[in-house]
């Protein structure tokens, strides 16, 4: 069974730092993706990180790109956001997601992330 847990949100004052990870189990390859998503207050869920097990490629929308950046640990199989220079607007519930192809369909927790003084 193909699971997810994420984890790492928190309150952090703007400018602060925050690290999510994201444990993944129950593949029984690597070709894979790993996604973050995050949902601000009255916004709608967006993409903001890929992270691809087949190939080692990642990404990242325009808008957290050289603040927030993804690696993994393969000893503990776990995928981590590295969030630098979080701003106000970073606030909302983060979630990591899973795919073989096409759309993520395996979800983990969301976990809070709020930025404010």
């Known amino acids: 069974e193909v699971q997810l847990q994420a984890s ?5 004052q703007p400018g602060g730092s925050l690290r999510l990870s994201c444990g993944v189990s129950g593949f029984n390859s690597d070709n ?4 973050w998503f995050r949902q601000g207050p009255g916004k709608v869920r967006e993409g903001i990180s ?3 097990r087949s ?3 990642s990404y990242t929308i325009d808008s957290v790109k050289g603040r927030f950046t993804v690696n993994r640990d393969n000893a503990k199989n776990t995928v981590y956001l590295h969030m630098n220079s979080l701003k106000p607007e970073d606030t909302a519930v983060y979630y990591c997601a899973a795919r ?4 993520f369909g395996y979800w983990g927790q969301g976990t809070l992330v709020t930025v404010s003084s």
């Open 55 to 57: 190939d080692g490629s």
């Open 50 to 52: 890929c992270f691809s």
């Open 32 to 35: 894979y993706a790993i996604g």
């Open 8 to 12: 790492g949100g928190g309150l952090v």
């Open 100 to 103: 073989l192809e096409g759309d």
